[in-house]
């Protein structure tokens, strides 16, 4: 006969729903309290089902993890870091050998200062930053992605110089970076910069700084340096770097061209090729 049960009150497992003609016969009631048993106890839902409004691969992590830098913002479940940047490999640009010189220079130069460990940076994370890290909901990727194709599409390759070192701290004053500072093609960077704010002011992100001072991080260590530099250390910081690049045949005037823009979010890393 026609069972008392539908199966979304089978998934409940809370309700029995019983039919004024069904129950008649005793072996459909003995079938009734078997059906009441099992509905008591709850089978568990799949994994898929529980994991069905997750955001993929969500990014994690600690304090621990990462050198005793502190986060610019509180993590959040399902907030996913973000940037726009320039990537700049030290390795294609024949960079990677001077720089690990210029490190090893500025950690004996800056140690009577009271300037704590130096860490030199990733050789394949330097970049030129176009925008803050902020945090975006992980259903905005897409669509952001999309934005910036269309903003970023018109632009074309250009090229850049570096004028020397400068110090810079972030804005929690956590951390301090010696930097190379962008001389040619600033203006092209800023271009850049107005599109990628266009884009983030549709969802409602903070813009980039006013007036942007473009440039790579090679060296960071924790504190802020900037607090206690006097015009003598950063004559030695730029005298350092002309020594340092004289030794490698390194010629400060020489330009690099920028043929991709990347979007880092999370764990994942879109390039966007400039035309």
């Known amino acids: 006969g026609k069972s008392p049960y539908s199966v979304r009150q089978m998934a409940a ?3 029995v729903d019983y039919s004024s003609s069904s129950c008649d016969s005793a072996d459909e009631e003995e079938h009734v309290s078997s059906c009441k048993k099992i509905c008591i106890n709850r089978l568990p839902l799949p994994d898929a089902i529980l994991n ?11 304090h621990g993890d990462h050198g005793g830098r502190v986060r610019s913002f509180p993590h959040m479940r399902g907030n996913w870091p973000s940037f726009v940047h320039v990537p700049f490999s030290l390795e294609e640009h024949d960079l990677a050998s001077c720089i690990v010189s210029y490190h090893q220079s500025l950690c004996t130069l800056l140690l009577p200062h009271g300037v704590g460990t130096l860490h030199m940076a990733d050789p394949l994370r330097v970049h030129i930053s176009l925008s803050r890290t902020l945090p975006i909901r992980h259903h905005w990727i897409e669509p952001l992605v999309c934005s910036l194709k269309n903003c970023i599409g018109g632009h074309k ?4 110089s570096f004028s020397g070192p400068e110090v810079y701290c972030n804005d929690e004053k956590t951390r301090s970076f010696i ?3 962008v001389s040619k093609g600033h203006n ?4 850049l910069v107005r599109d990628v704010d266009e884009c983030f002011s549709k969802f409602g992100l903070q813009p980039f700084y006013k007036d942007p001072v473009f440039h790579i991080s090679v060296c960071w260590c924790l504190g802020d340096i900037l607090s206690m530099k006097s015009e003598s250390l950063q004559t030695a910081i730029e005298e350092e770097w002309r ?13 690099y061209e920028i043929i991709d823009i990347g979007y880092k979010t999370g764990n994942k890393l879109f390039t966007l090729t400039l035309s």
Do not use: W, Y
């Open 13 to 15: 497992g809370n309700l």
């Open 52 to 62: 069905m409004f997750q955001a993929e691969e969500e990014p994690r992590g600690n």
């Open 157 to 160: 390759r250009f090229i850049i």
């Open 179 to 181: 930097g190379l500072k």
């Open 188 to 191: 092209k960077l800023c271009a």
């Open 243 to 255: 020594t340092v690049t004289s030794e490698h045949k390194i010629d400060q005037s020489d330009c």
